[in-house]
């Protein structure tokens, strides 16, 4: 296995420079009440505010809060709703750790306006990569923000339903070619891919995804990789997302050998520990 060779680059976010010539991590902060992973549900001012505390003193470089649950078949909720939610989550962020880099992990192009202008979050995370909402790529060339941009067929509510390609590796990677050359032309240069692992795809698919996760390095893009206990770990081990932290480790640090920038994980700690061993590994000759 090739060893990760990442490429410098770095993201300008809200006047801060982002340098991913070494791997970041992005903590999860989920201010739902049905994410798939229950002990990542946050809802109280107290939860939100030991969880952000927790990002930060364990070596997470990104906040990613997410106030719309994107599992599979979860319940669609108002924008007002999701705004709420944010609101709330991001004033605790501001007021506990006010130089944290945030990114907030919504397809609504009216939330991703008002967090990034009410609150100065510095990227926007799309699980659904302007598929959901038609405006979200002129609002994202408006706001001249780091984009997220993920892979997923269909909505949360059916993208299990809708797991069937003719050439699924050929079809991902389209996808991307063409939204990259339609966020180039409108002159956003601050793109970073996410293959969306577990979104309309299945197990088999995820894991012939990550078996040529190097393909994504032909875009000359940051690549994220989010797999934190998801089902392709628990589901192929036999066990529960409470019981995926190892295979989620292990997953982890082959997609940093396989040129990861960004890891979206749960377990701040093990995934600062498994990074810390890979690039001491990558310093010696």
Do not use: W
């Not at 990550?210 to 392709?232: A, C, Q, T, Y």
């Not at 036999?238 to 994980?265: C, F, M, S």
């Amino acid at each position: 296995m090739q060893m990760n060779d990442n490429v410098p680059y770095c993201l300008s976010a809200g006047g801060k420079l982002i340098d991913l010539s070494t791997p970041k991590i992005m903590g999860i902060l989920n201010v739902t009440p049905d994410s798939f992973y229950s002990a990542s549900r946050k809802e109280s001012e107290r939860e939100i505010a030991e969880r952000v505390e927790q990002i930060y003193t364990e070596g997470g470089d990104i906040i990613d809060i997410g106030a719309y649950s994107s599992r599979p078949d979860a319940a669609d909720i108002s924008c007002k709703e999701e705004a709420d939610r944010l609101r709330k989550g991001l004033a605790i962020i501001r007021k506990n750790v006010p130089n944290a880099i945030v990114s907030v992990d919504t397809f609504r192009a009216d939330i991703a306006a008002m967090c990034v202008e009410e609150y100065g979050v510095e990227i926007i995370n799309d699980i659904s990569g302007g598929e959901m909402d038609q405006q979200m790529f002129d609002t994202i060339t408006r706001l001249n923000v780091p984009y997220i941009m993920m892979h997923m067929k269909g909505t949360p509510q059916n993208m299990q339903q809708q797991s069937h390609y003719k050439h699924m590796r050929q079809e991902v990677m389209q996808y991307f070619a063409e939204k990259i050359n339609d966020l180039h032309a409108r002159g956003v240069k601050d793109i970073i891919v996410d293959p969306g692992f577990g979104f309309g795809k299945t197990l088999e698919h995820n894991y012939e995804l990550f078996k040529h996760l190097e393909d994504f390095k032909i875009f000359g893009l940051p690549l994220l990789v989010g797999i934190s206990r998801k089902s392709m770990i628990y589901k192929l081990l036999d066990t529960t997302p409470e019981h995926a932290l190892n295979g989620t480790t292990v997953l982890n640090t082959i997609a940093l050998q396989k040129g990861a920038n960004i890891l979206r994980v749960h377990d701040i700690k093990a995934c600062a520990e498994a990074i810390k061993i890979f690039n001491k590994m990558n310093e010696q000759q």
